[in-house]
Nanobody, 116 residues
Framework: QVQLVESGGGLVQPGGSLRLSCVASGSIFAVMGWYRQGPGNQRELVAAITHYGTTKYADSVPGRFTVSRDNTKNAVYLQMTSLKPEDTAVYYC????????????WGQGTQVTVSS
């Protein structure tokens, strides 16, 4: 049984930082990444990384967010800096055996709120 377990969300002030973690069990994935869904919005890619370290970022986050992966732990991380109120969303860990746009398994989601 595949499980993706996220941690690290919370409330942070604008300009602050957070680090999200996701550990997968039950399968090895070619691509792991982070997606977010804000109020009234569709779920969208934030950042993804392949097993070999190739990364893909949404246009709104390069330079502020960094995705990384530890294949020995079957884990993916998202370091978020210079957070803005518009980054507020539920962040989901997603995993795919093929492509970042073809997610087969999702975590339960973790809330990130950026507010003063």
């Amino acid at each position: 049984q595949v499980q993706l377990v996220e941690s690290g969300g919370g409330l942070v002030q604008p300009g602050g930082s957070l680090r999200l973690s996701c550990v997968a069990s039950g399968s090895i994935f070619a691509v792991m990444g982070w997606y977010r869904q804000g109020p009234g919005n569709q779920r969208e890619l934030v950042a993804a990384i392949t097993h070999y370290g190739t990364t893909k970022y949404a246009d709104s986050v390069p330079g502020r967010f960094t995705v990384s992966r530890d294949n020995t732990k079957n884990a993916v991380y998202l370091q978020m800096t210079s957070l803005k109120p518009e980054d507020t969303a539920v962040y989901y860990c997603g995993a795919s055996h093929s492509h970042w746009a073809a997610v087969s398994d999702w975590g339960q989601g973790t809330q990130v709120t950026v507010s003063s």
